[in-house]
């Protein structure tokens, strides 16, 4: 039997409608888009490496030995290799931000301490623990020229004749990047 109105398939597909884009202009616009996000990668690149580098001042922070006592204030004790610079038995702030403020030492007789921080501010009453030691940490908020210092009261002692075992007082700053004087040499 034969079909009168059926070619062979080979006759068929010339005959078939070719699809509205041909391939080669799809992969000519495929590589164009490629061609086009490579050169913003590129342009990305150059611009990262050659924008000039921000520079912040080192984080602000000092280790601070306390020796006894002078006109009612803690003495510190700092070696010469700190950040962050200390007159008057005051710690000078130079950088805007949180710090980080600890202290541990331990006492002879029973004392009363404040920590001052900031001007027109009430001090910090630092708590001390029955077996005469203080182990104290808190966050505050410090500006250029802010004073940290700590006062200290004994009931029985004058402030020249107090002894202490020893202790020591950190600040360490916690979110550099924020206003920063020049450090003075």
Request: a positive charge.
């Amino acid at each position: 039997m034969k079909m009168e109105g059926v070619q062979p398939l080979d006759e068929n597909v010339g005959s078939a409608p070719r699809p509205r884009f041909q391939w080669n202009k799809l992969l000519l616009a495929a590589s164009a888009i490629q061609g086009l996000g490579l050169l913003l990668c590129l342009t990305y690149i150059c611009l990262h490496f050659s924008a000039p580098q921000v520079q912040h001042p080192p984080i602000q922070s000092i280790r601070i030995l306390l020796t006894g006592c002078k006109e009612e204030k803690l003495s510190l004790f700092a070696n010469d290799a700190q950040i962050m610079k200390v007159e008057n038995n005051s710690i000078i702030i130079n950088c805007d931000g949180f710090y980080l403020i600890s202290m541990k030492g331990y006492f002879h007789e029973e004392v009363s301490i404040n920590l001052h921080y900031r001007m027109n501010r009430k001090p910090i009453s630092i708590p001390l623990r029955k077996d005469l030691q203080v182990d104290f940490t808190t966050v505050v908020s410090l500006a250029y020229k802010d004073k940290v210092y700590l006062s200290m009261n004994a009931q029985n002692t004058s402030c020249e004749d107090f002894r202490m075992n020893g202790g020591e007082l950190y600040l360490i700053q916690q979110n550099p990047g924020g206003f920063c004087a020049p450090v003075r040499i």
